[in-house]
């Protein structure tokens, strides 16, 4: 009769494993970190256009001028929007953490307002950029006051 084999690993197959989920988890881990950061910026991105579309709409159904002024720190701790009828104080929207606008290339600098008729003063590229320097860009077209996210600044 043979003597019954014990079930289980051995010391070498452990730490052969341990070895391999150490490898994997340096790649997955920085990976994970720059697809999460990818992420925030894409939603961040259609956050603002939905916003903006909102203020648009309202200014449609109110039969009143609307605004959205976008707001910058130089630490970029406070970036985001007000928004609210124009004349009055609105309220203030922040960006997600590690989101911001990449002031520099914003266009205007001033309240882009949106009109009764839906259309607004001007065109306007509202750039978001995350830690890792991908942008984003928000676009609204002067005549049509169409609204679109574009990968860059120009798309």
Do not use: C, W
Not at 35 to 51: G, I
Not at 61 to 68: G, N, P, S, W
Not at 91 to 101: K, N, T, V
Not at 102 to 125: D, H, I, M, R
Request: aromatic share 8%.
């Amino acid at each position: 009769m043979r003597p019954k084999a014990k079930a289980g690993f051995t010391l070498i197959e452990l730490l052969l494993v341990l070895a391999l989920v150490g490898i994997l988890s340096l790649v997955a881990v920085p990976q994970a970190s720059r697809l999460q950061a990818s992420f925030n910026l894409q939603r961040a991105a259609r956050e603002l256009a939905a916003t903006i579309r909102e203020v648009q709409n309202r200014a449609v159904v109110e039969e009143r001028a609307y605004y959205i002024q976008f707001i910058y720190s130089p630490d970029h701790t406070r970036d985001g929007y007000r928004t609210g009828p124009f004349g009055e104080s609105g309220s203030f929207r922040a960006l997600p953490r590690g989101i911001s606008i990449a002031y520099n290339y914003l266009q205007p600098k001033t309240p882009l307002l949106f009109y009764p008729s839906g259309s607004p003063n001007v065109g306007a590229s509202i750039p978001l950029e995350n830690k890792l320097g991908d942008l984003l860009t928000v676009k609204v077209m002067v005549a049509t006051g169409r609204v679109r996210v574009v990968k860059g600044l120009d798309g």
